[in-house]
């Protein structure tokens, strides 16, 4: 087997088509093609399927894009062994993390896991958008969602409930809620998404009323959101880990809303990243210590 014929076939189909790949091996077009056809006359097969700008392998030109990806890995992992014997965790980990939930409860993570391994450099976007993982440029993200697209290796690490909640005085002034028809008619506090979901929940109900709700604020920014039910604004809808400790010190109070009530906004929080991409110690180290820690919090 020609090793570097089957690096080849796999920078080929990572790139999408031979014009690509050429760009990206420093090659004419006319050379990966010659070089392409060779290997397939070699093994008396052909491995991909050709159209003018695109390139779809053929099953055994799949299986040895497998085989020929797995050893690129171990060449990756093999030399950043020998470049990092002896020596501290070094490298660079970009990843993306929602912004409520990174920003709120990841961020200490962060120091600490720089504090712990100073070599590492650590590019956090946050934003619950995952674009990036799939052109490449990220290396891992953490995404909030009812489910993970299929392209995507994922790994659950908690679910995200959902609070009703509002403050003591506003309890005082207005009552209390304990069920959806009520919350309706009171001004309400949550995002532009949650609402969407109290708007399509009530399509599934008999009476499409109940749930029916007109949000007095809205809002992307969790932390706004937070400040508004605190100064007393209106009964706020927002996840539980926003409001945690205002609910534990008492600046804040659940509502009496039954809790399998607001199960339909229950989300997950995944960790994902594309498979088939070289992962460097750095990332694996990271991508198990945010692990750890999410499960950690979400025990306590």
Request: proline content about 4%; some cysteine; glycine content about 6%.
């Amino acid at each position: 087997m020609d090793v570097a014929a089957l690096s080849l076939l796999v920078e080929i189909i990572d790139a999408g088509n031979l014009s690509r790949a050429a760009s990206k091996l420093g090659m004419t077009r006319a050379n990966v093609s010659k070089r392409l056809n060779q290997f397939e006359r070699s093994l008396g097969a052909e491995l991909l399927k050709r159209s003018t700008r695109h390139i779809e392998p053929t099953e055994l030109g799949l299986q040895l894009y497998v085989h020929g990806k797995n050893i690129q890995h171990e060449v990756m992992a093999a030399q950043e062994s020998v470049q990092t014997r002896g020596a501290q965790l070094q490298g660079r980990v970009r990843l993306s993390v929602p912004s409520g939930y990174g920003q709120h409860t990841m961020a200490p993570w962060f120091i600490e896991f720089m504090g712990c391994y100073p070599g590492v450099t650590l590019e956090v976007i946050f934003d619950n958008d995952i674009e990036d993982l799939g052109r490449g440029s990220l290396d891992f993200a953490l995404l909030v969602a009812e489910e993970v697209p299929k392209h995507l290796i994922s790994q659950h690490c908690a679910t995200v409930d959902y609070v009703a909640c509002a403050s003591p005085q506003w309890v005082a002034q207005h009552g209390d809620v304990s069920t959806l028809a009520e919350l309706k008619k009171r001004p309400l506090i949550t995002s532009g998404m949650t609402a969407e979901n109290l708007r399509l929940a009530a399509q599934t109900q008999a009476d499409q009323r109940r749930l029916h709700v007109h949000p007095r604020l809205i809002s992307a920014n969790f932390f706004f959101l937070r400040d508004a039910i605190l100064q007393g604004m209106g009964a706020g809808l927002v996840p539980r880990y926003m409001v945690q400790y205002e609910l534990e010190s008492q600046q804040l109070v659940q509502l009496s809303l039954p809790v399998h009530d607001l199960a339909f906004l229950r989300s997950n929080l995944y960790q994902v990243y594309v498979p088939g991409r070289f992962q460097s110690q750095a990332q694996t180290c990271l991508m198990q210590f945010l692990l750890g820690k999410i499960r950690q919090h979400h025990q306590t």
